[in-house]
């Protein structure tokens, strides 16, 4: 067994521990601090937007170049196929790609009209300091983009500490973003413990904090930053809908429906998790969906350990024992979990609003657009969702009725660099990507001339 909080990379396939990494000492941490603290006072200050963003064109490029050997890293830790990890990677440069084209437009200063008095006014986005990243693992690559590429060019330094089964491709990063020409401190890897994070929230070196994660992990991150008075973004858990009222093409519907699902094991917070179906379609999306999960069987690939697959077969045990019926090919061996399909789970149980991180999908059956959105909201997360129908005015309707951060309608897969992400209740605050993604750890910095 691994010990908790030493940094290993164990691989999920085998169990076996492949190498250990020493954690940080609280010297080390202290000085990643002073670091980030320094190459914001020397180099975020006297740099400009157009110099931040070639180094983030060559970061972009760095990926490019290094996404074999990231993603069979990637694959070392926790599991995820190389030619999904490389598509990670190449999804993780066009995030740097974008903030590297953007930014100036993002960060030009922005006048304000007067509705009284002489002289002039504008808000200019400047940077704060040094801010902190606590990062999963399930995408350990792009969830350092979506933090890291807008606040590296806004000015703001870095101190990033990834999950503990990430070691190797959080060192890889380190690596990465040296060779690309970033100064020591603007963004430092560290190997930190759980306590000394804690301890680092609260350091006055720290102007905010970027966490993506549990639920659990994520009030505990926000109550110590509350009581500093740091702001935090929080990325957290989903349990996302996927509403089909109508489709003029079922196999199409079902596929997205797979795709919504499956993709990287299951492991994803905004995957579609509850397939919300209308009566008229139920039986025949069951049968095809049930058919095309069961399929998926041979070729999936481990979850990112073991105690990561016994947990999910706890959950299924659970939702069995409160009434619903899985269907699965196999038994669970090692980390490997089969898919599978739940049907027959009351909303109401205990277990129906708990999280399934993994290749499990719940089919639920609904008689009205009214009882379809209301099962959808029947959660305490609000992440994403999914809409599908051939109405465009119902689809906008059900959209706006949606309590979640993101909609997606009539597709799967259509998250982009441009594109904000987040969500509402137990999902968390703050938004990644887009323009909204540089603007959360910005000064929005008032300037009032009272004459020119």
């Not at 995030?95 to 008095?117: H, Q, S, T, V």
């Not at 603007?186 to 306590?195: D, K, L, Q």
């Not at 609904?366 to 109405?391: C, H, I, K």
Request: charged fraction near 25%; glycine fraction near 10%; charge should be negative.
């Amino acid at each position: 067994m691994v010990k908790r909080h030493v940094y290993a990379v164990v691989d999920p396939a085998s169990g076996k521990l492949v190498k250990e990494y020493p954690t940080a000492t609280d010297e080390a941490v202290d000085g990643a601090l002073d670091a980030a603290a320094n190459a914001y006072a020397q180099w975020s200050r006297q740099t400009s937007v157009e110099q931040r963003a070639q180094l983030l064109h060559t970061v972009a490029t760095l990926h490019d170049e290094r996404s074999r050997q990231l993603a069979e890293i990637i694959h070392r830790e926790m599991g995820k196929p190389v030619d999904e990890a490389m598509g990670e990677v190449e999804f993780s440069a066009s995030i740097y790609r974008y903030y590297a084209e953007n930014a100036e437009k993002f960060l030009a200063d922005e006048p304000i009209e007067l509705l009284e008095g002489e002289g002039t006014a504008f808000v200019r986005r400047q940077p704060v300091g040094v801010l902190l990243g606590i990062m999963p693992w399930n995408y350990p690559y792009y969830q350092v983009a979506r933090f890291a590429a807008p606040n590296l060019a806004l000015g703001n330094t870095i101190v990033l500490k990834h999950a503990s089964q990430c070691p190797e491709s959080s060192a890889a990063l380190q690596e990465l973003f040296t060779d690309a020409g970033f100064p020591q401190g603007a963004y430092v890897n560290v190997h930190a413990t759980g306590e000394q994070i804690g301890r680092a929230i609260a350091d006055p070196r720290v102007q905010g904090v970027s966490f993506t994660g549990s639920e659990r992990a994520g009030a505990e991150v926000a109550e110590k930053a509350g009581r500093s008075l740091k702001k935090v973004v929080l990325e957290l858990g989903g349990s996302d809908p996927f509403i089909v009222l109508s489709t003029d093409d079922l196999d199409a519907t079902v596929q997205a429906a797979v795709e919504a699902r499956f993709e990287n094991a299951g492991q994803a917070c905004n995957a579609g998790k509850r397939f919300i179906v209308a009566e008229d379609l139920y039986d025949a999306f069951l049968d095809r969906f049930t058919e095309k999960v069961l399929a998926l069987t041979d070729g999936l690939a481990p979850l990112s350990s073991v105690a990561a697959a016994e947990y999910v077969e706890e959950q299924v045990g659970r939702a069995v024992a409160e009434g619903a019926t899985f269907v699965s090919a196999r038994q669970r061996e090692g980390a490997y979990f089969p898919p599978g399909v739940l049907t027959g789970l009351s909303p109401a149980s205990p277990s129906a609003v708990e999280e399934l991180f993994g290749p499990v999908a719940t089919v639920y059956r609904v008689g009205s657009e009214d009882e379809a959105v209301e099962l959808a909201n029947d959660t305490p997360y609000g992440l994403g969702s999914y809409v599908f129908t051939t109405d465009a005015e119902q689809a906008l309707r059900v959209a706006d009725r949606i309590e979640a951060g993101m909609v997606f309608i009539n597709g799967v897969g259509l998250d982009g660099a441009e594109l904000p992400f987040g969500g509402v209740k137990l999902s968390g605050f703050g938004r990644e990507l887009g323009r909204a993604g540089i603007e959360e750890f910005a000064n929005k910095k008032l300037i009032r001339t009272a004459r020119t």
